[in-house]
């Protein structure tokens, strides 16, 4: 499995040891788990007691007290003692950073939704059409076999947590650009067709009501526009969808791996003539005769 930069080294070990646990398909179990204790314990969030019993159930590995509490912290955004299903997702999808969350996103967003889910008919009718004569980055079967119950179901549905779960687990387990990452899955979807515009549908409105023609007004966008042929400078390239998800910059408690090792040593004071005695220009009295 790839490592991914700027992840959090407990969570990272916490979602590969998932994965490993449950194949591809492990993070969106997770989830599904969530959503049982949800039922099953009647209650909105989880405590830090269940929290850990249910990463435990899904195939997490044994925690240190230290890292325990680190992990709790970072999922429990807003200090209330409690983890709620929004944050349980958006930390444990964290291998998705921006650009590629929305990109899940804008596919789900493509199928006619039933409340807050997909008919799993639909999405499988259009998965196996594209996956029959296609090349893929990653083997296609594995949709399949993840959400097998849903796909083969007449009332099976999928969430867009699953969706968002699928694919973060994809993003561990394949090493992939953002570039090629973005063109599998809109390959796997039959999304990556080129489409027309339609006659004025990329014509810019310059009417008063929608703010004017920008470069009529003298701000500092409109001047570097104005001095560059190819539009906005570098300096003012807005790379946001490239940057990774972080854990809340927070003090986190502090996690001391087993394997890092501190040494102290301790130097005893010298006395006067001993730093005197190696001192080179020093020059010891003679003894009177």
């Keep these: ?86 944050e349980f997702v958006r930390h444990l999808t964290s291998p998705l950073n921006p650009r590629r969350r929305q990109l899940i996103k804008n596919v789900f967003a493509k199928f006619e939704a039933e409340g807050a889910a997909v008919r799993g008919a639909d999405l499988g009718s259009t998965h196996s059409s594209q996956t029959a004569t296609r090349t893929h980055a990653w083997n296609p079967s594995v949709f399949d076999e993840v959400f097998a119950d849903q796909l083969s179901s ?13 694919y973060a687990a994809l993003s561990i387990h394949k090493s ?37 023609n920008p470069l009529l007004h003298d701000t500092v966008l409109a001047k570097d526009a104005k001095n560059r042929s190819l539009g906005l400078s570098t300096g003012q390239y807005n790379a946001d969808h490239m940057k990774r998800e972080f854990v809340p910059n927070r003090y986190l ?8 090792t501190t040494t102290t040593r301790s130097y005893p004071k010298y006395s006067t003539s001993q730093i005197r005695g190696a001192d080179p220009m020093h020059v010891a009295p003679q003894p009177q005769q």
Excluded: C
């Design 1 to 86: 499995m790839a490592q991914l930069l700027n992840s959090d080294p407990v969570l990272f070990k916490v979602q590969r040891a998932i994965i490993a646990a449950n194949g591809i398909g492990g993070l969106t179990k997770a989830v599904a788990a969530f959503r049982k204790a949800q039922v099953d314990l009647q209650t909105t969030s989880l405590t830090s007691q269940q929290f850990y019993a249910l990463l435990l159930h899904v195939g997490a590995p044994e925690l240190t007290e230290r890292e325990r509490k680190h992990l709790f912290f970072a999922f429990d955004e807003d200090q209330n003692g409690k983890v709620s299903v929004n």
């Design 253 to 260: 408690p502090d996690v001391q791996p087993d394997y890092i």
């Design 176 to 212: 992939l650009t953002d570039d090629d990452f973005e063109l599998a899955v809109l390959r796997e979807w039959g999304a990556d067709a080129a489409h027309a515009p339609i006659l004025n549908e990329t014509e810019r409105d310059w009417s008063s009501t929608a703010g004017g």
């Design 154 to 166: 007449e009332n099976g549905k999928v969430t867009l947590e699953e969706f968002l779960a699928f």
